[in-house]
């Protein structure tokens, strides 16, 4: 399937990777937020089950959302540059989550049922039905980390999470939130059952961040099918895919992966939901989503068209290094030094490899290491992604005795073999494959086949 279910760039800091979302550092006011096709559930991560435009319809509908409520409070959203990715302030989270509920229902229910009557401090009558409208709107605050614990307003405030004043602002805003977005799609025959908000302080004010109203922060019912059958309504949310592991369990553990009919499902029921609240269908393009956020960040100027790792074994190839790249100088190409040894911390390529491996840009490699060069061989059995050894050989002699553990590679290991700086450049941009590089060297080329003929003119003259 044509889905991002993992984002890398040795061009880009992470600075987090959630369960959804990756954060990208770019500079003390500006972070990117790249939303995947990840999906999670009871707090965890579902493996192999990336469902299809899911990370381009919470981004989208999200941005669609912050322009609708800003006029309510100020949010973090500053341009999204593609359907999956968002340019955002640089903000101070506040560690809660501002849980607002109209119905009895999803988690809480299941703790109605078990005798729970109090829940993060808000308190409901006994004789409460499934999927019942409480008479207001009801605030469940929880904490923001991997347990997103109950707390309550007092706890809150005592424990330092976030100030009386500040608080009592997050509780109103929620709520105003709450009204305009109930309303605004009860004029669409939906209803907002629950929803999260997350706030945090950019430049001493606060304001909203992450997500509003999407299918992964809250509950939606047809308003149509809720009337007819209020405990039988169809969920357009992702509260269908947590049904299902519920009714799937295998000894008492919910599953961690999504047949292709769940998934099928979920991604129809994400696009729908875009659909009724925006009024427009989700831009589906056939196009491989990591080419095109690829050509996205190279023509926003966040990425260079490639990247070349130089991986020495020792700091002593470091001067080598420094000659090969001096002619890589010349291309617009992303250069990064790394030392690792193939012999003495080998576990670190596992870690360069999970980058590499899934990076969105194309990318070579130059292995450089001399004497029984295990480097190499090390990178390209990890990597699938172009690797050329160019051993720092300090003369002939140096060659002839080392060279074949340049050259003998295992199998399923292609590493190739350049001798000369030179060439080991040239030939890491050409593995790119890139146009503009490509363009580059046929100049290079045809300056070439003129000098030699202006020579040759020269000679027979």
Not at 312 to 333: C, P, R, T
Request: charge should be neutral; aromatic fraction near 8%.
């Amino acid at each position: 399937m044509n889905t991002l279910e993992k984002f890398e760039s040795p061009q880009l800091k992470k600075i987090h990777a959630g369960k959804v979302r990756d954060s990208i550092r770019i500079n003390d006011k500006k972070r990117m937020i790249v939303v995947t096709d990840r999906i999670s559930a009871f707090n965890k991560n579902l493996e192999n089950s990336a469902i299809p435009y899911k990370g381009a319809v919470i981004n989208t509908l999200t941005n669609f959302w912050f322009k609708k409520t800003n006029h309510i409070i100020d949010n973090h959203f500053i341009e999204q540059i593609d359907d999956n990715i968002s340019i955002v302030k640089e903000c101070q989270p506040i560690r809660v989550e501002m849980i607002v509920r109209a119905y009895l229902t999803g988690s809480m229910w299941r703790g109605y049922q078990k005798g729970q009557r109090t829940f993060s401090g808000a308190t409901v009558p006994d004789g409460l039905g499934f999927n019942q409208k409480f008479p207001e709107p009801i605030l469940t605050p929880t904490t923001k980390d991997e347990f997103d614990s109950e707390i309550s307003e007092e706890e809150i405030i005592k424990t330092g999470l976030v100030d009386a004043a500040t608080y009592r602002k997050m509780k109103e805003i929620s709520l105003k939130l709450f009204a305009y977005g109930s309303d605004f799609l009860a004029e669409k025959g939906i209803i907002l059952v629950d929803t999260k908000y997350e706030f945090g302080f950019y430049e001493g004010k606060l304001i909203l961040m992450d997500e509003i109203h999407t299918p992964d922060s809250s509950r939606f019912w047809k308003k149509e099918d809720y009337d007819k059958s209020p405990e039988d309504v169809v969920q357009a949310d992702k509260e269908f895919v947590r049904q299902w592991m519920l009714k799937n369990k295998i000894k008492g553990k919910t599953p961690d992966v999504l047949p292709t009919e769940v998934i099928e499902e979920t991604s129809k029921r994400y696009k729908d939901i875009y659909k009724d609240i925006t009024g427009k269908d989700l831009p589906i393009s056939n196009f491989d989503v990591t080419s095109r956020i690829y050509q996205n960040l190279l023509h926003k100027g966040y990425i260079k068209a490639g990247y070349i790792a130089m991986i020495m074994g020792s700091k002593s190839d470091f001067k080598h290094a420094e000659k090969i790249k001096s002619y890589l100088n010349k291309f617009d190409v992303d250069i990064e030094m790394r030392i690792i040894s193939a012999h003495k911390n080998g576990e670190r390529l596992v870690q360069v490899a999970e980058i590499i491996n899934h990076s969105i840009e194309p990318i070579s490699v130059i292995a450089i290491a001399g004497r029984s060069n295990g480097l190499g061989g090390a990178l390209a059995a990890n990597l699938n992604v172009p690797v050329i050894n160019c051993p720092p050989f300090t003369g002939k002699d140096d060659i002839m005795l080392n060279i074949n553990s340049s050259l003998i590679m295992p199998s399923n290991t292609p590493a190739v073999t350049v001798v000369h700086p030179d060439n080991a450049a040239l030939a890491a941009i050409r593995s790119l494959n890139i146009p503009q590089f490509k363009q580059q060297m046929a100049k290079d080329i045809h300056a070439m086949k003129e000098s030699l003929i202006e020579d040759d003119t020269e000679i027979r003259n």
